[in-house]
């Protein structure tokens, strides 16, 4: 059964090309939704897929790409969203 998230990332995130480590994570686990910078820093993730694959995705959000420092991760159900693919929103 599929399921929405919304995952907000923080720590040093912005600069150490987390956003495309998010998308071909995404990508490799199937999932679809969107990725992208916020003004304050963190990095906003809307993701689509079952239990199994968005667990893996939380659990690899807290290691993140090999510069990123990652301090947080919040995970919050949405109602569920239907994306085309993955993408970065720039």
Do not use: H
Not at 11 to 35: D, H, I, P, S
Not at 57 to 74: A, D, L, N, Q, Y
């Amino acid at each position: 059964m599929q399921k929405t998230v919304a995952i907000t990332v923080r720590g040093k995130v912005q600069g150490v090309w987390f956003r495309r480590y998010t998308l071909e994570k995404a990508q490799q686990l199937l999932l679809t939704g969107t990725v992208r910078n916020t003004p304050d820093g963190d990095v906003a993730v809307v993701a689509t897929g079952t239990e199994d694959q968005l667990a893996d995705f939380i659990e690899w959000c807290w290691m993140g790409s090999p510069k990123s420092k990652v301090t947080s991760v919040t995970v919050e159900d949405k109602e569920l969203q239907k994306f085309e693919g993955f993408e970065v929103v720039r």
